[in-house]
Structure formats: structure tokens, C-alpha cells
């Protein structure tokens, strides 16, 4: 009793509790820098506007999982192997096919992904090779997994891969059963670029926790999947289109804004953790919202409606509270315009961010420390067994 009194108030002195641990560091990286003061992100040393600019996913994930930039061969070969991986066992899309109905997209994704790890002979083997070779297996995958899942969602078949397209030209197609347009596959391969790769997130801090008990890549990439799910993380570019449908034209968004705040709701795509300033990857969805506005009266619609709250957002809580547009703002009005269905949003952010999520668990095995922080205890001690 005595022990267990000094014990607490020595801990009261000193323990400093990080809430959702804001602010602490638990490891090194070379991945990924986010500059949350100066709006500022990097993959490997690249700002997120060069690559943005210049490179594409498929090179971006070579990027994250390497350290470099690859060759022309070493591209080459890259892509090869994600074509290689693309079809998927028929058990799983049975698996899809089956539970369809009953769940939601991001359920039938994490225990698809789970289920791969039983068609994959290297599930178990832990060497750096199998884990760089499982890496592009999920990621090719996890891509035909969420097209398969839009194809049960709207009743229609399955459509196998095809290897004459790249890695986003053939999620499109798995989707919608035809060629998408050049200007389709660069919108949409950037998004994936923007969305690949943010340091210590929550779903990756999850897959490296499951990663450091030295479990397996499925188990770990299956606890990003789950962590993605959460409407303040991946979900929220699902709730900001919700938002603008419900809002339905620019004249009613100040209404819509202002009675939500004063309600003390969140507005769903905007604040970060990290970000105190505008999210960099929110400026350059941003762009592309001037590129496609006019394809459709639905699309400007939501791009008006967006740039309405955008403007409201930035006087009411930008400045003053470092509230600002975050990735997921912007995202609704770019897939509505890509013909992606709003509860696919989520998965086709995990068809994304599974480069980074492997990178960083790779990187992460290479100096494995079980990750395992304290919690301060301020229940009872000591009491009495009621007999
Ligand atoms: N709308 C209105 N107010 C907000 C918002 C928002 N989107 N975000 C934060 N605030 C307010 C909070 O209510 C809180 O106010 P209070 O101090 O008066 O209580 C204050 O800002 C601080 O908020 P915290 O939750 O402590 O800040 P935190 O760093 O934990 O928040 C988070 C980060 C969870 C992303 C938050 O900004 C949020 O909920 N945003 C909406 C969901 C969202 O867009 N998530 C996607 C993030 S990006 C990603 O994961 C890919």
C-alpha cells in the first residue's frame, strides 16, 4: 500500500501523458517528411508537387519501398511484376462476391486482404526479399480487390485485369468495363500519388504496432486497412461528399456551415493533426478541381459548393485555429467526376496508401523494436475479493 502511494506520486511528478500520442516520437525515418508549420511534404527527399508534377504511382511506390528513384529497366521490371500480380484467386473473389450485400467496402477489403494470406505460398516467410515481393502483391491486389468490390456493389460481374494498362488505367477499367480517357488515368494515378504516403498516421502507426510483435505482412496491412476505416482518418473524404450532397447548392452553404459549427460539429475534410497551415496535397487536388468543373453541371456543383466552404473555413477557423482544407476535403467532386462511387472512396485510399503502409514496414523490420508505450494507471489498487 505504502509502495504502491510513493509509486503514484513519484509518477504524478513526472510522467507527462501525450494524448493519442500528439507530439512523441517512437522512431526514425528516411520515408517521409511532413512540415506541418509550412504546409510541406515529402516523399524520399521529393516535394509532393514535383512528384505531382513529374512522376506517377507506380514510380512513387518504387520510390517509397527503395530509397531511389528507379532506372528505366528497374521501372520496367516494377510494373512487370504488378501486372504478374493483378488477377486474383477465385476464392477471394468468391469471398467478395459473398459477402457483398451485407457489408460495407471497407470490411469486404480488410477481409479479403486478410484472406490473400492463405493463397500466398511466402505468407510466413519473413525474409526482406518475400516481404519486398508480398509488398507488390498487395499492392497490385489490393487494387483489383477494390475494383471487384465495385463491381459486386452495383450487381455487375467481375472483370479480369488487363495487362495492356498501367496500375491506374487498369483499376479504372476493372471498374467501369471500358478504356478510360488519358486525361481520366493522369487525374486519377495522381490522387494515388497524393494519397500514397504521411509518415507515423494512424494506419500506419497500426500496421507497424502489429508489425514489431514480428507478425506477418497481411496481419499488419490488414490493421492499417481497419485503422483507414475510421471516419477521422480515411473516412472523411466519404462524410465531406456526404456533406456537399446534403448541402446541395453554393446559396445554402453559409446556413449549412455556420449552424454546424455552432452545433459544434466537425467539418469533415478540414484540420489536421500535423498540418497547422493548408495541406499540401488539399492545394494540388485542389488544381485539379479547376481542371475538371466544367465536365459536368453535378461536378461544378460540388466544386462551387467546395470552394464556398473552402473560403468560409479558411475566416472562420483557418487563420485563427489552424483549421484548414486536408486531403480529404477536395477528393468527393475528383472520384464523382472519375465515375467512383462514394463508399469505395475509403478502399481506393488503401489501394494507395498500401505503398506507404510497406515501405515504412519494411524499413521498420529492419530495426524492429516491439512497440509497446505505458499507460498511467488511476484505478484502484489493492481491493478486497467480495466473499
Ligand atoms: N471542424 C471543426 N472544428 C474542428 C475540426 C473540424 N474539422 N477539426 C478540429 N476542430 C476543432 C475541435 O473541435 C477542437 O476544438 P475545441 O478545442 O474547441 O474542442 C480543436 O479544433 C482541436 O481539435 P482536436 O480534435 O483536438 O485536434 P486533432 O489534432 O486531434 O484533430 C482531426 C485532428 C481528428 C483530423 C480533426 O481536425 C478532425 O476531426 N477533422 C475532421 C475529420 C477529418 O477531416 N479527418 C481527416 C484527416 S486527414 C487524414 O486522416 C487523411
Known amino acids: 500500500m ?98 457483398t450485400k451485407k457489408e460495407d467496402p471497407m470490411h469486404i477489403l480488410r477481409t479479403a486482404v486478410s484472406a490473400l494470406s492463405a493463397y500466398d505460398p511466402e505468407a510466413d516467410v519473413n525474409t ?43 483499376f479504372l477499367y476493372m471498374l467501369h468495363g471500358n478504356k478510360p480517357s488519358e486525361k481520366e488515368i493522369k487525374i486519377f494515378d495522381r490522387m494515388l500519388l497524393l494519397h500514397a504516403e504521411h509518415s507515423s498516421n494512424a494506419s500506419t502507426f497500426s500496421v507497424l504496432v ?21 471516419p477521422l482518418h480515411g473516412e472523411a473524404d466519404e462524410n465531406a461528399l456526404r456533406m456537399l450532397y446534403e448541402i446541395k447548392s453554393p446559396d445554402n452553404a453559409e446556413r449549412y456551415i455556420n449552424d454546424a459549427l455552432s452545433g459544434k460539429q466537425r467539418i469533415m475534410g478540414f ?38 466552404i473552402e473560403t468560409m473555413m479558411i475566416e472562420k477557423l483557418g487563420r485563427s485555429h489552424g483549421i484548414w482544407p486536408n486531403v480529404d476535403f477536395f477528393s468527393g467532386p475528383v472520384y464523382t467526376y472519375l465515375g467512383v462511387p462514394i463508399e469505395l472512396f475509403t478502399p ?15 524499413e521498420y523490420w529492419e530495426n524492429n523494436r516491439l512497440i509497446r508505450p505505458l499507460d498511467y494507471y488511476t484505478g484502484e489498487l489493492d481491493l478486497k475479493y467480495p466473499k
Open 2 to 99: 505504502e509502495i504502491n502511494k510513493v509509486t503514484k506520486e513519484q509518477s504524478d511528478f513526472s510522467v507527462k501523458i501525450n494524448y493519442g500520442l500528439e507530439g512523441a516520437y517512437f522512431t526514425e525515418s528516411k520515408i517521409c517528411k511532413v512540415d506541418g508549420v509550412n504546409g510541406k511534404l515529402y516523399y524520399r527527399g521529393y516535394s509532393i508537387e514535383e512528384l505531382a508534377s513529374h512522376s506517377n504511382f507506380e514510380e512513387v511506390s518504387f520510390l517509397l519501398l527503395n530509397g531511389k528513384l528507379p532506372r528505366k529497366d528497374e521501372l520496367e521490371e516494377f510494373s512487370a511484376n504488378l501486372k504478374k500480380e493483378r488477377e486474383l484467386p477465385k476464392e477471394i473473389v468468391h469471398i467478395i462476391k459473398n459477402i
Open 128 to 170: 526482406k526479399e518475400a516481404n519486398m515481393r508480398k509488398s507488390i502483391r498487395l499492392i497490385s491486389k489490393m487494387a483489383s480487390i477494390t475494383a471487384a468490390i465495385g463491381r459486386f456493389k452495383t450487381e455487375k460481374e467481375y472483370i479480369a485485369p488487363d495487362n495492356s494498362l498501367g496500375h491506374s488505367a487498369n
Open 210 to 230: 502489429t508489425g514489431s510483435t514480428l507478425s506477418d505482412i497481411y496481419s499488419a496491412i490488414t490493421s492499417g486497412i481497419g485503422t483507414l476505416k475510421g
Open 271 to 308: 484540420g489536421h493533426r500535423v498540418y497547422k497551415t493548408y495541406d499540401p496535397r488539399a492545394r494540388v487536388i485542389r488544381e485539379t478541381l479547376e481542371e475538371i468543373k466544367s465536365s459536368s453541371p453535378e461536378v461544378k456543383n460540388l466544386v462551387d459548393i467546395s470552394f464556398k
Open 348 to 362: 481506393v485510399f488503401a489501394v494507395s496508401r498500401v505503398s506507404g503502409w510497406c515501405s515504412h514496414l519494411l
